[in-house]
């Protein structure tokens, strides 16, 4: 979706000056970025973007400066590139989408320790995914993100991580992914995980282990499902095809993303170890099951993957996807399972799916 900057600047200034009076040298300030904005035309506006998005920095920092911000004026400028939401401006589609339809909660704590500050600004909870807005700051100026860090680890074996604790329990054995803002906040990284199980409220601890930090950074975070329309979908059929016995546990849709559970077994009485062994080697690496799958609406629309993850127990493997919304409810989905094959897709139709979608 593209950005309309002009847009949402007359939103914001509507919303302002709705909200309560301003002071005349701050209103003179906001108007003249409206001004730019409408004496530019758009050829000019691209190249003048940067500096103007410079000089709106600057008008809105004199607004909170000087005290006078509202809760209203604060979800009015939520939007603006930079000043606003992180997951607005570098999230996926679907935590911009979240941004927007406020299911996002500010958190904005933070923490320091030995010249390193921790903060946990922004955090998205929609039933399938935990996505939450990490930035490190630095005394010395590198800031470094805490993504950069990557896995060093220190000469006593410890290494960069995170830990997260649901009302007081470890949530383990699901991993989690950092992903890279970009260049309007290269000191911040969006944190995501995806456990199962968990209430619509809770309590979420992370803890942070910085290497150079003796100390962990320790947040504690209330938590609220904020997904009021979601859909999760179920399959009774089960597909069979060279051994391998498959099924959609659940499809679950929400604004912010699409989770799908995927079972697959072997025969009857096959332990995995014996059942992996009986699958065909074109859907293997390295003697692991290795299939992947699209996620498609009536439209044709394949949904962007966010992800996942597999895990194994008894005589059932289970796999964990994440991907992005469709831009609108789908009215049907099909799960085309593939492998790759010299970098090419090669389709398993005897396991594809067909879910229709309820009104």
Do not use: C, W
Request: glycine share 8%; charged share 25%; hydrophobic share 35%.
């Amino acid at each position: 979706m593209k950005y309309d900057l002009n847009h949402e600047l007359e939103q914001a200034k509507d919303e302002i000056e709705e909200a309560q009076e301003l002071p005349e040298a701050i209103r003179m300030r906001l108007n003249n970025t409206y001004q730019i904005l409408e004496n530019n035309p758009p050829i000019q506006k691209k190249r003048r973007l940067k500096g103007l998005l410079i000089g709106g920095v600057a008008s809105v920092l004199l607004i909170i400066g000087s005290g006078f911000i509202s809760p209203v004026m604060a979800e009015a400028l939520k939007n603006i590139p930079i000043i606003g939401s992180i997951f607005i401006n570098g999230g996926d589609e679907g935590l911009k989408t979240a941004s927007r339809q406020g299911m996002t909660s500010d958190i904005d704590q933070s923490i320091t320790h030995d010249g390193i500050t921790m903060s946990i600004s922004e955090i998205m909870y929609d039933g399938s995914r935990i996505s939450m807005v990490l930035t490190r700051t630095t005394r010395d100026g590198k800031n470094e993100s805490f993504g950069q860090l990557g896995s060093k680890a220190s000469q006593q074996g410890e290494v960069n991580g995170i830990q997260f604790y649901a009302d007081g329990e470890e949530l383990g054995d699901f991993g989690y992914s950092i992903s890279r803002v970009g260049d309007g906040a290269p000191n911040s990284d969006i944190v995501t995980l995806s456990p199962e199980g968990l209430p619509d409220e809770f309590t979420l601890e992370v803890v942070i282990r910085d290497i150079s930090v003796s100390e962990p950074f320790t947040f504690k975070i209330p938590v609220k499902n904020s997904a009021a329309d979601s859909v999760v979908l179920k399959s009774e059929e089960l597909k069979v095809h060279d051994n391998i016995h498959m099924g959609i546990s659940s499809l679950k849709l929400t604004p912010a993303t699409m989770q799908m559970i995927v079972s697959i077994t072997g025969k009857p009485g096959q332990d995995l170890k014996e059942f992996i062994k009986s699958v065909p080697s074109q859907y293997k690496v390295n003697e692991f099951i290795n299939i992947d799958y699209e996620v498609i609406n009536e439209k044709g629309e394949i949904a962007k993957s966010l992800g996942g993850r597999g895990s194994g127990s008894g005589s059932t493997l289970k796999y964990t996807y994440m991907y992005e919304p469709f831009p609108t409810k789908p009215k049907s989905i099909t799960i085309r399972p593939f492998v790759y094959s010299a970098e090419h897709k090669i389709y398993i139709p005897e396991l594809e799916f067909h879910l229709p979608v309820e009104e």
